[in-house]
């Protein structure tokens, strides 16, 4: 009896674990058929689904009256699919015929088990339909787009360029690449277990969406007339580098900026400079590359020697330690403690006003107004410019200026600061200050972007920048602009006149370390009409060869773009003042 018991409670516990099991076995059949069908339901098409990425067309890039630097030409991209290739040995042959590449590149990939190997991008369409005419199996050829640069080296340095993978590198490109950037279409192709297309399958395509259009100030005009100054002056001084940026003072848009040598934006991987990338290591090739793509306006850093006066002259009437009013004695020279510091003219200016300073770039007149201010006055006024802040300009990688702590400063170093060298500042922060000073006291943002627009001309953002007022007073202001008109009507800046416009600026030359080097930067600053300006111009010319005088230099070159974009601009002449100076001309 006992027997027949145990044996029935074991038959049971069987039965209730059994029962238990299939409940488990049924609840899961249900989580997964009701909970989780869909998942599954996908997982089952991916595997029987070869995706494939198509680019997407990114957005144009216009200068501010609609022409087009940065467009989209259509190319193809070739893959491959391993399980797909019946003939490899022809796949082999015909990638080496049609793209170029090698033998064991070829079989590398063919070879290479993997849902899809991707051989090659930015195959012209020619070459697609040739390959795709071969009709190999397991060979796909689908369109793409690459980026194309319609003016090739124009504005290089600014523009930037994009990867194989159609995103942004450096310039522009990169700093507005999701506006740029489109949505990347796919297609879908039908397969077996195995991998194998099925045949008479059709392809699914989800459609690219192309990017949105980048507007600029930049003005294809205006550039390629200074890219083609920029060019000459650097053949005939047979310079290293030969700057020129033309901006609006009044807000910070920037019609040009020419960094000479460019490169080609359709080849950016070939160095400018004709070397022989195959003799290079990997790292030298890099940092060849970096060099080439450097903005000079931007990325680095200078002594501005006296165009800086325009900052220390300004600050000094603002602070109310020097005034239109004082004189200054030039021998040739200043003491400053144990040194004795020279002006470019050695036998000196004699007694001068404070405009005749200016007019003649007198070092020790401008020794004697920073001297006057004191290290902390001084330094105070660096930081109030905003000179120790970067500009913000939109452009990846601008430099910061490099300056002496506070109290680091002593007599030696305020004096060679007050007429531009000790420490160092960019080209743009430069022209962003010069701006502040002549336009009312007010620091602008310099920038490229203006607006963004969709496929069909929709305006979908407009970029808004900072300014910030009070940088100095609307008098000192006034002061300073004519004061720098008659640094180039009379002074050393005469090369820049031109009968009937009314010109301002600012003449440098200042000297590279190591000094012992003797190597030079000529510059010049210029802003028209002086009495309310709407185009300032920088040029600058890294190691000239020959004269290095910016006044001789780099004004004659503002000069010639002022007299062919002012007009441009809608600048035009005033009567009064060519029949001032034909007067001023007649025997």
Not at 24 to 30: A, C, I, N, P
Not at 284 to 298: F, K, T
Not at 299 to 326: C, M
Not at 442 to 447: D, E, G, I, L
Request: glycine share 8%.
């Amino acid at each position: 009896m006992r027997c027949k018991t145990f044996h029935r409670k074991k038959i049971v516990l069987v039965f209730v674990i059994c029962l238990l099991l299939m409940l488990v076995l049924v609840g899961r059949l249900v989580h997964l058929m009701i909970f989780e069908s869909e998942y599954y339901q996908e997982l089952a098409q991916d595997l029987h689904e070869r995706e494939r990425s198509v680019k997407a067309a990114r957005g144009q890039i216009l200068d501010r009256n609609g022409a087009v630097l940065a467009d989209n030409e259509s190319v193809c991209t070739i893959s491959v699919i391993h399980s797909q290739i019946e003939d490899p040995e022809g796949v082999i042959a015909m990638l080496v015929a049609e793209l170029g590449i090698s033998e064991e590149e070829a079989r590398k990939r063919v070879e290479k088990v993997s849902s899809i190997e991707r051989i090659k991008s930015n195959v012209d369409i020619e070459t697609g339909d040739a390959i795709r005419a071969y009709g190999y199996a397991g060979v796909k050829v689908d369109e793409d787009y690459k980026r194309y640069y319609p003016y090739g080296e124009l504005a290089s340095k600014v523009l930037g360029f994009t990867g194989s993978d159609n995103q942004g590198i450096i310039g522009l490109e990169v700093k507005y690449d999701e506006y740029l950037e489109g949505i990347p279409g796919t297609i879908l192709t039908l397969t077996d277990a195995r991998g194998i297309e099925i045949e008479n399958a059709k392809e699914e395509r989800v459609e690219s969406v192309p990017g949105n259009n980048l507007l600029l100030s930049l003005d294809y005009s205006i550039q390629a007339y200074a890219q083609q100054e920029a060019l000459k002056l650097l053949e005939a001084k047979e310079a290293d580098y030969v700057s020129i940026l033309i901006m609006n003072p009044q807000n910070g848009e920037i019609y040009a900026c020419v960094n000479v040598p460019e490169f080609d934006l359709n080849d950016p991987y070939t160095l400018n400079t004709g070397a022989d990338s195959s003799s290079m290591t990997d790292a030298e090739y890099q940092d060849a590359l970096n060099q080439m793509w450097r903005n000079q306006c931007v990325n680095d850093t200078y002594e501005p020697g006296s165009t800086f006066k325009i900052f220390t002259s300004s600050a000094a009437l603002l602070s109310g330690t020097s005034s239109l009013s004082d004189t200054f004695s030039c021998p040739g020279y200043k003491i400053v403690e144990d040194r004795k510091i020279r002006c470019a003219k050695t036998t000196g200016h004699g007694t001068q006003t404070f405009t005749e300073a200016m007019e003649h770039s007198c070092n020790p007149a401008l020794m004697t107004m920073g001297l006057k201010m004191g290290a902390e006055l001084y330094y105070q006024y660096f930081t109030d410019y905003g000179l120790l802040t970067k500009t913000g300009i939109d452009i990846p990688g601008e430099a910061s200026t490099i300056m002496h702590e506070p109290e680091n400063i002593g007599e030696v170093e305020l004096a060679t600061m007050s007429f531009g060298q000790s420490f160092q500042i960019t080209p743009m922060q430069l022209a962003v200050m010069a701006s502040s000073v002549i336009n009312g006291g007010r620091r602008v943002t310099p920038h490229f972007a203006v607006a963004v627009e969709d496929q069909e001309g929709n305006v979908l953002k407009t970029f808004q920048y900072e300014e910030t007022d009070g940088i100095v007073t609307e008098e000192v202001s006034a002061q300073m602009r004519e004061i720098l008109e008659k640094v180039v009507s009379e002074g050393g800046g005469n090369k820049a006149y031109i009968p009937g416009y009314r010109i301002g600026g600012k003449t440098a030359t200042s000297q590279t370390l190591p000094r012992s080097a003797n190597k030079y930067i000529s510059s010049f600053l210029g802003f028209a009409p002086a009495d309310d300006p709407q185009v300032l111009a920088l040029c600058i010319v890294y190691n000239p060869q020959g004269t290095y005088y910016g006044g001789t230099v780099c004004a004659p070159v503002v000069r010639d773009i002022f007299e062919n974009i002012l007009p441009y601009l809608g600048i035009e002449k005033e009567e009064a003042l060519v029949l001032e100076d034909e007067t001023a001309e007649d025997p």
